[in-house]
């Protein structure tokens, strides 16, 4: 079974802070993404990551960034966290094309 | 138009109903669809994906595609309280997936 974790499953942060989101996965994928989860707003992509060092830009990427250093890992940065950040962030791998997305457990991170 | 359409429901049923979830979608270029379940403050879970019209079977669930009018369902038979949880249904095409809003579906006692 594909194992995607996620560094935290809850969060609280203030205003301004610097977050740090891991994910790690564990089936060797090269594809990798992040997602934010909001009522009435569904899944919105993030960032995706093809390869170690390669990102592309989803979505929403305003006020994120990310790093890919190792192929098993894949993190998220707010840079200087908002209110309005406040949001369950999920993490998914996907390996061939063959294949569709596996996702983790998921972040609650509350942006006070 | 959203690429991905999906009735938020609530849906509401009693248990043992067979329930529908339905999709509409309107990006020919879709090339897999896929069915995620995601209980409360839980990450989705992959429940079905295929990549052909038709049905597929697994257990209770059978996922449905019509290219042709680009419809995505899911039937649940014999509903179980513990199948109560949001659906997302969604397409793919490469490593891109898009998501319908999800569909909260309560199954009661």
């Known amino acids: 079974d594909v194992k995607v974790t996620q560094s935290s499953r809850y969060l609280v942060k203030r205003t301004g802070e610097k977050v740090f989101l891991e994910c790690v996965q564990d089936?060797?994928?090269?594809?990798m993404f992040w997602y934010r989860q909001d009522p009435g707003l569904g899944l919105r992509l993030i960032y995706f990551?093809?390869?170690?060092?390669?990102?592309e830009k989803g979505d929403i990427p305003e006020g994120y960034s990310v790093s890919r250093e190792k192929k098993e890992r894949f993190s998220l940065i707010l840079e200087s966290a908002s209110t309005n950040q406040t949001s369950m962030y999920l993490c998914a791998s996907h390996g061939s094309p063959t294949e569709t997305q596996y996702f983790g457990p998921g972040t609650r991170l509350l942006v006070l | 138009q959203k690429e991905v359409e999906q009735d938020p429901g609530p849906l509401s049923v009693p248990e043992g109903a067979i329930v529908s979830l339905n999709c509409t979608y309107s990006?020919?270029?879709?090339?897999?669809f896929m069915w995620y379940r995601q209980y409360s403050r839980k990450g989705p879970e992959l429940l079905m994906y295929t990549y052909s019209s038709g049905n597929k079977e697994d257990g209770r669930f059978t996922a449905q595609v019509d290219k042709s009018s680009k419809y995505i369902s899911l039937f649940i038979r014999d509903s179980q309280p513990s199948d109560s949880a949001t659906y997302l249904c969604?397409?793919?095409?490469?490593?891109?997936?898009?998501f319908g809003k999800g569909t909260l579906l309560t199954v009661n006692p």
């Open positions: 990551s093809y390869d170690v060092k390669m990102k």
């Open positions: 969604g397409g793919g095409s490469n490593y891109k997936l898009t």
């Open positions: 089936m060797d994928h090269e594809n």
């Open positions: 990006n020919s270029a879709f090339q897999y």
